[in-house]
């Protein structure tokens, strides 16, 4: 059974950072694309990140450029989301995905499993 377990978010004062995890199990976590999404009320999800498989090959949203850094460790079936400088437009819930792609997509009906989501709550 695939699992991926986010963990990181909180509530945060605008300019600050928070560092989300993802933690997967029950997949062969190296052959999987990993992306980042949320979703806040009243408005679709929306793609954050992605990393490829290496994790030699990265896409961000316009919206988290230069703000944003997504890593993986295949050691440790982890994808990250540092996120720095943070906005109150970036409140949402933050989901983690795994796409079995060899090229990294940034749409969401692409992905094979889902997280649970972590809140992120940037107040100003």
């Known amino acids: 059974q695939v699992q991926l377990v986010e963990s990181g978010g909180g509530s945060v004062q605008a300019g600050g950072s928070l560092r989300l995890s993802c933690a997967a199990s029950?997949?062969?976590?190296?052959?999987?694309?990993m992306g980042w999404f949320r979703q806040a009320p009243g408005k679709d999800r929306e793609f954050v990140a992605v990393?490829?498989?290496?994790?030699?090959?990265?896409i961000y949203a316009d919206s988290v450029k230069g703000r944003f850094t997504i890593s993986r460790d295949n050691a440790r079936n982890t994808v990250y989301l540092e996120m720095i400088s943070l906005k109150s437009e970036d409140t949402a819930a933050y989901y983690c995905?795994?796409?079995?792609?060899?090229?990294?997509?940034?749409?969401?009906?692409?992905?094979?499993?889902w997280g649970q989501g972590t809140q992120v709550t940037v107040s100003s």
């Open positions: 995905a795994a796409d079995h792609a060899l090229v990294p997509q940034t749409i969401a009906p692409e992905y094979d499993y």
């Open positions: 029950g997949l062969i976590f190296s052959w999987y694309a």
């Open positions: 990393i490829s498989r290496s994790g030699d090959n990265t």
